[in-house]
């Protein structure tokens, strides 16, 4: 899979994603300033959500329509949210110069067929199905004709849905997928995570798979990462102190910072397979234990425990030789300290 000219999977870094969602806080300003500390942290790309409270439901005052569910917007209309965290479509324009501008790469998440048509025109490399319309069949397969790379949430998503998903793709003719484990939570909590999601997506449905966090600090993604994560994103604020309704879920530049440097940590600590040794590794060795005289041995005596043994460093035999040398004969003297060589001892 490749965005815009980032290769994503393989053996290739990590894709990371600073999610602006409603973090602009109203403030176009805000909004070009996010963008610009994102491209500081580090991140390849910045992610915006396209809708508005209109194209995403409808203001009805009534129990179906208000959040109820535990989370932190409880209390509030589904309509009333979203006026408050849509990204006006006025702005995209400008955002997406920004961030070319800038080095990132700048793409969706739509919510439904308008807001598609607003990515097209802006030629987005690439969209994202957030995790709460993984259900919405149509606007996948929208999506999927585009022929661009798909990014999808899977934090609502069982294995039917999930796989319901996949197939609205290949219909479409759209093989470049990738699936996100996506805890649903804000914030979510650790003990929820279930990284070890990460490796069983790629495997079960071979795909492309990451990480779509809300969790607290930067320890799952690092673990997303140790599981084969290609793809880790997150919530990014410019300021926390300026509020919002995903304020308190979200890295500031700090933060996010710190995440992207431990992920790359993470990602060179991995390495591959391979037994042969490195250079340094090799030195080493020298600490190692071999077979050296610890007694002066006179030609014609017996090597024993008390004039040999297993010592540092590693420049005489290798101590797979003692076990075969004990109760031998030396041919010639060795002084203490002398490395034992099989040529001193007899056959």
């Known amino acids: 899979m490749k965005i815009g000219n980032i290769a994503i999977g393989g053996n290739n870094p990590s894709f990371i994603i600073a999610e602006l969602s409603a973090n602009h806080n109203g403030s176009l300003e805000t909004a070009i300033e996010t963008i610009k500390a994102a491209k500081r942290t580090g991140a390849n790309a910045i992610k915006l959500q396209t809708y508005t409270a209109d194209t995403m439901t409808i203001d009805v005052k009534s129990p179906d329509f208000?959040?109820?569910?535990?989370t932190i917007w409880d209390g509030q209309y589904l309509h009333d949210l979203y006026k408050v965290a849509y990204t006006p479509w006025e702005w995209h324009e400008q955002l997406f110069k920004?961030?070319?501008?800038?080095?990132?790469?700048?793409?969706?998440s739509p919510f439904d067929r308008t807001a598609v048509d607003l990515l097209e025109e802006l030629n987005a490399p690439a969209y994202k199905i957030a995790s709460f319309e993984i259900t919405d069949i149509p606007l996948i397969e929208l999506v999927?004709?585009?022929?661009?790379?798909?990014?999808?949430?899977?934090?609502?998503?069982?294995?039917?849905?999930?796989?319901?998903?996949l197939e609205a793709c290949l219909r479409m003719g759209n093989k470049d997928v990738a699936l996100l484990k996506c805890t649903s939570s804000y914030p979510?909590?650790?003990e929820e995570a279930n990284m070890v999601m990460v490796k069983d997506l790629a495997e079960r449905y071979n795909v492309i798979s990451g990480l779509s966090d809300h969790t607290m600090g930067n320890?799952?993604?690092?673990?997303?990462?140790?599981?084969?994560?290609?793809?880790i994103?997150?919530?990014?604020?410019?300021?926390?102190?300026?509020?919002g309704p995903d304020a308190s879920f979200s890295m500031d530049e700090q933060e996010f910072t710190e995440m992207v440097k431990a992920v790359r940590e993470a990602e060179k600590a991995i390495g591959v397979v391979d037994y042969t040794l490195t250079d340094k590794q090799k030195k080493g060795r020298d600490f190692s234990r071999s077979l050296y005289v610890v007694k002066d041995i006179e030609k014609g005596e017996i090597v024993t425990v008390k004039n040999v043994r297993s010592i540092r460093p590693g420049y005489g035999l290798h101590p797979k030789y003692y076990s075969q040398i004990m109760g031998k004969k030396v041919l010639k003297s060795?002084?203490?300290?002398?490395?034992v060589s099989l040529e001193d001892i007899e056959k």
């Open 98 to 108: 920004v961030a070319k501008e800038e080095g990132l790469i700048c793409f969706s």
């Open 233 to 243: 994103e997150k919530h990014f604020i410019l300021d926390k102190s300026i509020g």
């Open 334 to 339: 060795l002084d203490r300290g002398t490395r």
């Open 188 to 190: 979510a909590p650790i």
């Open 66 to 70: 208000m959040l109820s569910q535990g």
């Open 144 to 165: 999927a004709s585009k022929g661009k790379p798909v990014i999808i949430s899977t934090g609502i998503a069982g294995k039917g849905d999930i796989e319901l998903a």
């Open 219 to 231: 320890t799952v993604p690092i673990v997303a990462t140790c599981f084969g994560a290609k793809i």
